[in-house]
């Protein structure tokens, strides 16, 4: 240990050596990267200006799209600048911060989504006192909660992180500073940030998981008992964007998270990965667009006004 010296940068793999093959991701991730941030500024913009989605349905929406914004923007513009420049090195500093900050939103995200199926659960659990239930002060109360709490779940865990010595080696088989393959380079026990980083997953994802699922299986109880055909199909398709949003991060994030680390499978991690910070915030305006027939009203008479 003596002739080691701390390590002072680290080094990215990425994708792929093969430099005709990184231009080619580049591409991709830049055409996806430019989708993403204007997908999620339309549906910001579009529930700001229209009256008819003044709703906290949409309130909870627009801290979704500004978290998909930033989430994907702590990691994609790094992996572009390294491919584009063909580079591959990350200070120590800037490499603590977007892991920090990565697990800090992906936390918030999963706290923002429990929190939107709460509010489909009582809008159609108990539509008559859905306004006095999710007024705007509890609105603001739980979308801030979310924000918070994101930071209180990955505070202890990245204080234990910044106390692990790191003198060799530096490279990261990953595109960014994701905590699994970053811990693998501690020279020291990382038993204690291992188990601290396996129950965080355990509680925020499978906790929060589990509020929606309830949350979800009461709607369902409640929508069998609607008597007609067309009242039953109304109040699913108000929960059909995001059943499918739950469905993709909860899908990818406990796949790479909620296992022990020492089961491997780095290089399949890397791929669930980029379905988690790159397709999920891509889909996830068009989802919402494409499958809520109030936001498809503000679209067109978005267009429509611009056409005058």
């Known amino acids: 240990m003596e002739n080691r010296t701390a390590v002072m940068e680290f080094i990215l793999l990425g994708f792929t050596n093969d430099r005709r093959l990184q231009l080619l991701i580049f591409v991709v991730l830049l055409v996806a990267y430019l989708f993403t941030i204007v997908g999620n500024v339309l549906i910001i913009t579009i529930t700001l200006v229209d009256c008819c989605l003044q709703t906290p349905m949409y309130y909870f929406l627009r801290n979704f799209s500004l978290l998909e914004i930033i989430f994907t923007s702590v990691i994609i513009p790094k992996a572009l600048a390294n491919m584009a420049l063909g580079g591959q090195t990350i200070s120590l500093i800037g490499c603590f911060a977007q892991s920090f900050l990565y697990f800090i939103l992906g936390t918030t995200e999963f706290l923002l989504l429990a929190v939107m199926s709460f509010d489909r659960y009582v809008a159609i659990c108990n539509p008559l006192r859905y306004t006095a239930i999710m007024s705007s002060q509890v609105c603001t109360l739980l979308a801030l909660s979310s924000w918070i ?8 865990p990245m204080i234990v992180l910044l ?29 204690l940030i291992e188990c601290m980083g396996f129950i965080t997953a355990l509680l925020s994802v499978l906790g929060t998981l589990a509020i929606s699922l309830v949350s979800y299986i009461k709607i369902i109880s409640t929508v069998m008992h609607v008597p007609s055909a067309q009242g039953r199909h109304k109040a699913f398709s108000t929960c059909s964007s995001h059943i499918t949003v ?28 980029l379905l988690n910070t790159v397709v999920s915030p891509l889909l996830n305006p068009f989802i919402y667009s494409l499958r809520n027939k109030q936001v498809q009203d503000a679209v067109r008479k978005s267009k429509e006004f611009l056409s005058i």
């Open 149 to 156: 709490g994101g930071i209180l779940f990955i505070i202890a």
């Open 163 to 191: 106390q692990l010595p790191f003198c060799g080696p530096n490279v990261i088989n990953h595109f960014f500073c994701d905590s699994t393959p970053l811990i693998k380079l501690a020279c020291a026990d990382t038993w």
């Open 246 to 273: 739950v469905s993709i991060t909860y899908g990818s994030c406990i796949f790479m998270y909620v296992k022990p680390m020492w089961s491997g499978g780095l290089e399949l991690s890397k791929v669930v990965a």
